[in-house]
């Protein structure tokens, strides 16, 4: 089981998939195991300091194990790497559901063969 987050431009597992992770209109923390999802608005999208670091905030408060997202900052990567949040870096669009497939799938291949989570 896992509790994982991707970086939404809306509130729906039909919602597109946002790259920018401190810029992220939602969060949608998605539940591996029981497949129910939470949308969670980025209020920090409006500041102008310290985005990255009140998200990583807000997502180490969630108990999350992951995120997935497009491009993140240095801060921002350290600060979830220090919280022990793997990043899973995905680089085509499509909708959360389509996403959240993606990255079960490598989940998946990467028990079969044995190699690490990708970061």
Same mark, same amino acid.
């Given at each position: $089981? $896992? ?5 939404? /431009? ?7 998939? @946002? &790259? #920018?992770?401190? &810029?992220? %209109? ?8 029981? &497949?129910? +999802?939470? !949308? ?7 500041? *102008?300091?310290?985005? =990255? ?9 969630? =108990?999350? *194990?992951?995120?997935?997202?497009? @491009?993140?900052?240095?801060? !921002? /990567?350290?600060?979830?790497? =220090?919280?022990?949040?793997?990043? #899973?870096?995905? +680089?085509?669009?499509?909708?959360? &559901?389509?996403?959240?497939? @993606? ?14 989570? %990708?970061?």
């Amino acid at each position: $089981m $896992m509790k994982i987050c991707i970086t939404a /431009r809306g509130k729906t597992l039909d919602s597109a998939f @946002e &790259r #920018h992770f401190a &810029r992220t %209109p939602f969060f949608i923390f998605y539940d591996t195991e029981t &497949r129910k +999802s939470e !949308a969670i608005l980025n209020g920090f999208v409006i500041s *102008d300091t310290r985005i =990255g670091q009140n998200a990583v905030r807000l997502l180490k408060n969630n =108990g999350l *194990d992951a995120v997935i997202t497009g @491009e993140i900052g240095e801060n !921002a /990567r350290a600060l979830l790497t =220090g919280a022990n949040i793997a990043l #899973h870096l995905f +680089s085509d669009t499509g909708t959360i &559901r389509q996403v959240i497939s @993606e990255y079960l799938k490598s989940q998946e291949q990467n028990a079969l063969s044995g190699t690490a989570r %990708p970061t």
